[in-house]
């Protein structure tokens, strides 16, 4: 039975004067933060920001790299090429290095955002495009990536280091891959279900599919979100259950090696 | 009589399909490159291409950081606070890291483009959030910037390393400022003429301003450029004569300590 | 004395995933919207979203343009030409032309956004730019300013109709200009005070400078804001103290000729 | 037998500082000028001197809006939404709009560019957005697609009149589909074989597809290039061709009905 989790969030988001996410509260109760690089979001105050936030907090850091479209977030898929995938990746880890270096910070993770995020864990070409960027700035990250996807499969292949990423809030198909939002029931809205379905990813590796069959789960961290106070008390809720199932919350490095 | 010169030029400003500079002709004279981080100019793979034809030329890479503003190329002052301008700084500085650790090269300097460089000459508050922002990333960079600027000041105030910037084809003020371009006269137009005050500059440490009183003039860089084939042929020249007068060229880390 | 006056917020900022603004709320006390048209704020579906809701309303439209710089909400003044500014204020007047022809409705004005606002208010070339640009467009637009500010003598001089705005929340100085944020004093907090303040401006066109002067003012509208429930809260009692005081408000285009 | 067509080519695509197209060269030959609208290319000042120049040319003027992807150039696919895609749409026909009514223009048509024109091509919703987006800001515009696409259905279905445009310088599939660019044979390098191919097109409407079969082809407009002396050349050629044949050179707004 697993003893350790490590809780991620999509982190310093906001934009100039655009403010998204909670960031303070988010930052009391995870262990990493996957800080957005302006690109689809955050900007160099913001990152300034969040890098600070989570070194005062004890989180750690990731790059949260993303397509070059703020006006749709960084969640529609872009044809780019695998040499601009990696580019891009190497340019947004390198501007949040700046950050950590100019904080004496050190970055632990990458977790590729929205649509980057989809269209490497499904297609292999872009996935070893983004495994190489990080390889070539930094061989000791860790990839951060949904469990069983290309991203990941990739991260393995070159010899990175690599963790598998569950979300407390969606179903999964009978393979593994996220239901799509767009269809009914890819939501779990009840929170105690989803809890219990999280508890039981962890503590037991095995999530029931949308279709009814119990199915594989390979979990080394927990994707929550911090967009406004219910989902903040979420992410509470989900650590209070986690420490009376004896599951302790740590960051990626202290246990993916 | 100084003996050397570092030779700088502003490249990697080609973005996406638009094309500028002839970079590959370029890089085969100057000794140090002052690379465009994506903001005025430039996009990762851009960058990434001028890192790398940078090494293979053995010429000394920069970052050279400037407004958020590609379509006036950053040439536009912008009233940005000194938080911003620090935080501007260490994010470009970041992400030309980032393709330096991926190539495995090093970073020699940073030089702030257009109207960043023009405000942080000027301006002590904004000249000392550059440098703060730099410092805090690498306190090892040489600052490259104007030749007696406040940008200059605040970087030996720093503790940084700095060298002074000379422009062979602008006229310089009796205090020495450059003429502002839209004035008559700012143009050093003649190629002879430049050539020779370059010369002058650098082994007399003196130029003729533009109400013709003789100035004192410290030179440890000149800047080149190479829009255009005619550009190209004058950094030859410039190259060529220098030569001739025994002063060799060489990247700044070779000589500012 | 005076019967009536326009009330106008600035709506439709917006952007992406982004919120701002208590648009739908606002939209039910103000007269005339001055409507974000992508650069500074805004985006395409915020624009028709905005359009609509003032259609929806009965609240006269105008366009709100700004500088190309989301990331400082166009509030950083940018060294653009005059040639520029005409050009900016022609694309994003026009942009916002395409919503209201797409939706059946009317443009009644223009007012400038934030650095815009503030730059064409002092200085006559770019005012008179931004003058050429919506006359070339539509010379029946209403150009909305500053009270007394060069961008209203531009509009004037070139036979625009104009309208003077004043600020409920913000101090004058004794020759009428805004008492820039930095200082101190230069906001109206107390809403009797600002409310009392709008109420004489209107009626008496008269304010009280900073330095205690009485100075005269000229109001065709008054500008609010809709940021928080708060801040609507105050538009919804100046409205009633409007009405209390028997000052009806109406839209620009049913005044000013 | 035809006894004239319409010469298009894409106008305006240079941005700020970097400029792409000989655009003088190409409006003395082609009689429609697709404009980019500042979203893959193009900006205001860029915008009002290529409407200028089209007025003195007697250039038909058409709108040319693409993906919110300078970086790309808007070739790049985007996931967009048929909402996102029909207000893209009245946005960027607005911004040029405002150009054409401050010098006094007409527009003709319009010309989707890029990704959005491919995408619009095959996807019935994203081709019916457009064509609402256009329908509602001016239905008497004529939509310029690929000879035989969803786009001109959509048109055609929707009553707006629509053009069909053909490539010299593409293969077609034996559907009539473009063979992609990715592809071997996709690009007619051979300027004489490029010709005839537009002259048979033209009059006799019919083209040999890449299979060696021989298909029906309904052409109104032949799209043109003018990125190179080399390609401006190609369109003298080609009017020159079409003139000995007697074939006339007009702009679709003469024969569109």
């Known amino acids: 039975m697993k003893k350790f989790v490590d809780l991620n969030s999509d982190l310093g988001e906001s934009f100039g004067t655009y403010k998204i996410g909670l960031d303070e509260e988010v930052l009391k109760y995870v262990s990493s933060a ?6 689809h979001a955050g900007d160099p105050v913001v ?3 969040t890098v600070e936030g989570a070194l005062k907090n004890g989180v750690a850091i990731g790059a949260h790299p993303g397509f070059p479209d703020i006006m749709g977030f960084g969640r529609r898929n872009m044809t780019v090429s695998p040499d601009e995938m990696k580019q891009y990746t190497i340019y947004q880890l390198g501007s949040l290095y700046g950050f950590v270096k100019a904080t004496g910070g050190k970055m632990q993770h990458v977790k590729p955002h929205g649509a980057m995020y989809n269209m490497a864990g499904k297609d292999a070409r872009l996935a070893r495009a983004i495994i190489e960027g990080i390889w070539e700035v930094d061989s000791n990250l860790i990839v951060l990536g949904l469990a069983g996807s290309e991203l ?3 991260a393995v292949e070159k010899g990175l280091k690599a ?3 569950v979300f407390a809030d969606r179903a999964y198909n ?3 891959s996220l239901v799509p939002r767009s269809l009914p029931g890819s939501m779990i809205t009840d929170k105690k279900i989803a ?3 999280v508890l039981r990813m962890v503590t037991e590796g095995k999530v029931t ?3 009814g069959e119990d199915i594989d789960i390979n979990v080394d961290s927990i994707c929550v ?4 106070l219910e989902a903040v008390e979420f992410v509470r809720l989900i650590k209070e259950e986690l420490f009376k199932a004896k599951v302790e919350i740590k960051p990626l490095n202290q246990f993916i090696k």
Not at 34 to 39: P, T
Request: glycine content about 10%; aromatic content about 4%; some cysteine.
């Open 195 to 197: 809890i219990s379905r």
């Open 47 to 49: 990152m300034r920001k």
């Open 225 to 228: 979100h911090g967009d406004n």
């Open 174 to 176: 009978s393979d593994g």
């Open 152 to 154: 990941v499969n990739a």
């Open 209 to 211: 599919a949308i279709n």
């Open 163 to 165: 963790a598998n990423e």
């Open 34 to 39: 996957n800080i957005a690089c302006g690109w």
